[in-house]
């Protein structure tokens, strides 16, 4: 995966189902085997073996406006924004009819912005790109009829590139850092069952740090270097209530642990001299959403939600060209139609309004100042089976 849609560069399209809600309640809900990424507690609502697979193509688009850049006589760089193409897979099975095992292939974290080589923020960022893959085996226990809990380890897998330019000239030499690392991590849920028409649903996913190593290369040669991430712990509250026979209400409250991200330096592996430095200095934020759900039939069912995501960006100053971010508004629909009691198919859109977002960073000796016109559409699709 490699495009960002939650605040940051977080990916929260885990699924197709949730799509169409704006991924409301997805703690709560435990429609299908994706629960095992956002709440492992809600296994224990699946019954046999099912298996999910979804796809999301995600079209963003980020135009920088120059404002009095240093390098401003070299132009905006065109669109950032690269369309991405994002899976995801997880299996779920019975070990006892109370204890309930999946297996999840995701990716929870991913950005890709690419600029033309030559253009007014070229010696700060021209290319980024990181992609994490994420194995999440989980186990959901049922205490009783009400009470169900949830936990799961995560082995990850990242890899990044960073290029920019060496030098402000036009058509510039460049300089790459590549690096990947492997680390791990854990997630864990409760799903309270209130009365049968309400449940709540509570996860919690632990931060993992990891130590990208690599090289930086320029055209003065190849330097074994490394650079230290801590992707964010994550919390969510969700809430589900079934309004009538045809009618759920979903919704959601997700806290993201972004403090963590102070900056982005990239380090000589044989002395730890500093090479490269991107003071970060990101806040916490919160995802507001809330969705509803349509049954008219055993066959169809149609799903709406809003949502509101912060950008943990704390001003002009620190918002960067390699990670444009603003505060975004989600509105999404979507549906599943069911072929049969053990086969559906689930689909989705979302536009998401981006906030204009104005940059005035200093990096490399030059000012990159400006504004950033961003949008991003998501479509989404995916296949369930029960056996």
């Known amino acids: 995966a490699n495009a960002a849609q939650g605040a940051g560069f977080a990916l929260i399209e885990q699924n197709a189902s949730g799509l169409g809600n704006a991924y409301a309640g997805q703690a709560a809900v435990a429609e299908d085997a994706s629960t095992i990424f956002f709440n492992p507690a809600g296994l224990t609502r699946l019954e046999g073996r099912q298996v999910v697979v979804a796809a999301h193509v995600i079209r963003p688009s980020a135009e920088f406006s120059d404002a009095g850049s240093t390098l401003a006589a070299f132009g905006d760089g065109g669109d950032a924004g690269v369309t991405a193409f994002v899976p995801n897979f997880y299996y779920a099975m019975d070990v006892t009819p109370d204890l309930k095992f999946g297996l999840g292939v995701n990716a929870p974290f991913g950005l890709t912005t690419e600029y033309d080589d030559t253009w007014a923020g070229q010696v700060q960022a021209i290319k980024s790109d990181m992609k994490t893959v994420n194995v999440n085996p989980a186990l959901g226990w049922r205490v009783n009829d009400r009470l169900s809990l949830g936990f799961g380890l995560n082995w990850q897998y990242i890899e990044a590139e960073l290029t920019q330019a060496a030098a402000a000239v036009a058509n510039p030499p460049e300089a790459k850092m590549e690096g990947d690392d492997r680390s791990w991590g854990w997630n864990i849920g409760a799903l309270w069952d209130i009365d049968g028409f309400n449940r709540l ?96 039939n055993r066959v169809w069912t149609w799903r709406y939600g809003l949502a509101y995501d ?78």
Do not use: C
């Open 310 to 387: 912060e950008t943990p960006v704390p001003d002009a100053a620190h918002r960067t060209a390699r990670i444009p971010d603003a505060d975004r508004l989600w509105v999404a629909l979507g549906g599943q139609y069911r072929f049969s009691p053990k086969a559906a198919l689930d689909f989705g859109y979302a536009h998401l309004f981006v906030k204009d977002a104005r940059i005035d960073h200093v990096n490399n000796g030059t000012l990159l100042r400006g504004g950033y016109d961003s949008k991003i559409d998501i479509l989404s699709a995916q296949y369930t089976h029960n056996f």
């Open 201 to 296: 649903g509570i996860a919690y996913r632990s931060a993992i740090d990891h130590s990208l190593e690599g090289k930086l290369k320029t055209p003065l040669g190849a330097t074994p270097a490394y650079a230290d991430l801590e992707l964010p712990a994550s919390a969510s509250l969700s809430y589900w209530r079934r309004l009538s026979p045809a009618w759920e209400l979903l919704a959601d409250l997700t806290w993201t642990e972004w403090s963590n991200f102070r900056k982005l330096d990239v380090v000589r592996k044989v002395d730890d001299a500093v090479l490269s430095h991107i003071p970060e200095m990101w806040e916490n934020t919160w995802r507001y959403s809330l969705g509803l759900s349509y049954r008219p």
